[in-house]
């Protein structure tokens, strides 16, 4: 049986990989050493082997403790889970388990949406954490089953705890298109209010079937030229 209810680990159990603020005020990425071991682990192999480092969502998109749970429940509805029961809690379907959300995981191939996605399941697979264990599906979000075990060959990784901006815990993402152009879209990243990259036909078809199949997962937003321009910066 786990040890600690749902959200209510204590934070000297845990540990820190990031911090920041918000509307909401300050917010931490916390972790149960076996995940930090093996979220350490897949960042330093995807560096090594990709040249991209992963990043986790800025806000509480690691341990959410109780009262931050209530509070996303508040604001987002359904969109967030039912305080008690988020995975990020540190305990899923009875068992321990904790969420991580994976904010850049389209940088593994930059145009290519399913070598970018194999890439992902792959490093996440290696490093013991699973992926789609959630419905409705949430390509950036993976789960640790056995969070507070650190693998022998994952325990020599470290990252030092960074503080960076913050981006709306479990938004949708965001796809601006330009109104003269089907072919010009790009994602929108909140944290910066422009274009972080523009998207291939191939990833735009992965973002429209992720949409029809979790409707509100996937924003298309359609502008102006000049706005499109502005955006991209």
Same mark, same amino acid.
């Given at each position: 049986?786990?040890?600690?209810?749902?959200?209510?680990?204590?934070?000297?159990?845990?540990?820190?990989?990031?911090?920041?603020?918000?509307? &909401?005020?300050?917010?931490?990425?916390?972790?149960?050493? #076996?995940?930090? /071991?093996?979220? %350490?682990?897949?960042? @330093?192999?995807? +560096?090594?082997?990709?040249?991209?480092?992963?990043?986790?969502?800025?806000?509480?998109?690691?341990?959410?403790?109780?009262d931050?749970?209530?509070?996303?429940?508040?604001?987002?509805?359904?969109?967030?889970?039912?305080?008690?029961?988020?995975?990020?809690?540190?305990?899923?379907?009875?068992? &321990?388990?904790?969420?991580?959300?994976?904010?850049?995981? #389209?940088?593994? /191939?930059?145009? %290519?949406?399913?070598? @970018?996605?194999? +890439?992902?399941?792959?490093?996440?697979?290696?490093?013991?954490?699973?992926?789609?264990?959630?419905?409705?599906?949430?390509?950036?979000?993976?789960?640790?089953?056995d969070?507070?075990?650190?693998?022998?060959a994952?325990?020599?990784?470290?990252?030092?705890?960074?503080?960076?901006?913050?981006?709306?815990?479990?938004?949708?993402?965001?796809?601006?298109?330009?109104?003269?152009?089907?072919?010009?879209?790009?994602?929108?990243?909140?944290?910066?209010?422009?274009?972080?990259?523009?998207?291939?036909?191939?990833?735009?078809?992965?973002?429209?079937?992720?949409?029809?199949?979790?409707?509100?997962?996937?924003?298309?937003?359609?502008?102006?030229?000049?706005?499109?321009?502005?955006?991209?910066?």
């Open positions: 049986m786990p040890e600690f209810a749902n959200g209510r680990i204590p934070e000297s159990k845990l540990v820190s990989l990031g911090r920041g603020r918000n509307g &909401d005020g300050a917010w931490k990425h916390l972790a149960p050493p #076996g995940t930090a /071991a093996r979220w %350490n682990w897949m960042v @330093a192999t995807g +560096r090594a082997k990709y040249g991209v480092t992963l990043r986790i969502t800025p806000g509480w998109n690691l341990f959410r403790p109780f931050v749970q209530v509070l996303y429940r508040e604001r987002l509805g359904i969109m967030a889970a039912m305080p008690g029961f988020s995975s990020h809690g540190g305990i899923f379907g009875g068992r &321990d388990c904790q969420a991580i959300d994976v904010q850049n995981w #389209g940088d593994l /191939a930059p145009g %290519n949406a399913n070598l @970018a996605w194999a +890439r992902f399941v792959a490093l996440c697979r290696l490093a013991g954490f699973r992926v789609d264990f959630v419905k409705p599906r949430e390509t950036w979000h993976v789960g640790d089953f969070p507070w075990k650190v693998p022998a994952a325990a020599a990784f470290r990252v030092n705890p960074i503080t960076v901006h913050d981006q709306e815990d479990d938004m949708p993402i965001i796809v601006v298109e330009r109104a003269d152009s089907k072919l010009a879209k790009g994602l929108f990243d909140p944290t910066t209010g422009k274009l972080r990259r523009e998207i291939s036909k191939s990833e735009n078809n992965l973002y429209r079937a992720a949409q029809k199949a979790n409707p509100g997962s996937v924003i298309y937003a359609t502008v102006s030229d000049k706005d499109y321009a502005i955006l991209r910066g």
